[in-house]
């Protein structure tokens, strides 16, 4: 019988959790209710590859682990990265409504990228101001979708 080692034992969990979300959001993108008919790709499409992407790799990944063929050593964690990603989401889901997109989006953007140490703090905020603004663009003035103005109302 194969002993799992410590790595082994977190790619199992990853793989498994891989695949179950996958299932989930399988399921879940049957609910989404089908366009008017004209829709070339339709509202389940990108829930679907995603889902099917999650399924593959967590059976690539279960598959690896159980033929006991992956071989790498458990690198240490970096718990404050780690922290600052988690911090980085967290305030952008809270800030949302309150700040509006523009800020949330900015300062998550640069919370991500201190946490992966991508250099310039300052190259980074204004970085993540320039795509925060188009990305609010093109969606709100391109595709016609209302997103949380915020504090920034009067501007836009």
């Given at each position: ?50 889902s099917t992407g ?103």
């Amino acid at each position: 019988m194969y002993s799992f080692k410590s790595a082994d034992r977190m790619e199992l969990g990853i793989a498994l959790a891989s695949i179950l979300f996958g299932l989930f959001l399988l399921a879940d993108s049957f609910t989404i209710k089908l366009g008017s008919g004209y829709d070339h790709i339709g509202p389940r499409f990108f829930p679907f590859v995603i889902s099917t992407g999650l399924l593959v790799t967590g059976i690539l990944m279960l598959l690896e682990v159980l033929s006991g063929t992956s071989h790498r050593e458990a690198e240490p964690v970096n718990l404050s990265a780690f922290g600052i990603l988690i911090f980085g989401l967290v305030s952008c889901l809270l800030l949302l409504k309150p700040a509006g997109f523009i800020i949330a989006c900015s300062i998550q953007f640069w919370l991500i990228a201190r946490a992966f140490s991508a250099g310039d703090s300052l190259r980074n905020a204004i970085t993540g101001v320039v795509l925060s603004i188009c990305v609010y663009f093109i969606f709100t003035r391109g595709l016609g979708l209302v997103l949380p103005r915020g504090i920034l109302a009067g501007l836009f």
